[in-house]
Nanobody, 129 residues
Framework: QVQLVESGGGLVQVGGSLRLSCAASGPIYSTITMAWFRQAPGKEREFVAAFRRSADIAYNHYADSLKGRFTISRDNAKNAVYLQMNSLKPEDTAVYYC????????????????????WGQGTQVTVSS
């Protein structure tokens, strides 16, 4: 059973930065997809970024609206994924969730929350103006 624990959320002013961390424990294999989603009050869960790995290839993906401000990175040795968020805006306020699936999710699926088997508990990010 895989467990995901997010950390790093908090209150930040407009234009500030935060770095979220997601630590995965349990059976993590070489072929995986890990992602960040977010959910604001009254809204559906929204794709933020994903990291896909299969053997010796790996790719990062971003929601179009967040490219240039958000960066996903990983530490394979620690089974951890990070989300660096810069130039934060009030509309970035949400609960941010880490997700994991033990598969190399294909184009058109890695941005769908229903495709992930495991989720963290979420970490709150609040951007104040």
């Amino acid at each position: 059973q895989v467990q995901l624990v997010e950390s790093g959320g908090g209150l930040v002013q407009v234009g500030g930065s935060l770095r979220l961390s997601c630590a995965a424990s349990g059976p993590i294999y070489s072929t995986i997809t890990m992602a960040w989603f977010r959910q604001a009050p009254g809204k559906e869960r929204e794709f933020v970024a994903a990291f896909r790995r299969s053997a010796d290839i790996a790719y990062n993906h971003y929601a179009d609206s967040l490219k240039g401000r958000f960066t996903i990175s990983r530490d394979n040795a620690k089974n951890a994924v990070y989300l660096q968020m810069n130039s934060l805006k009030p509309e970035d306020t949400a609960v941010y969730y880490c997700a994991y699936d033990p598969a190399y999710l294909t184009e058109g699926t890695y941005d769908r929350p229903d495709k992930y088997d495991y989720w963290g508990q979420g970490t709150q990010v609040t951007v104040s103006s």
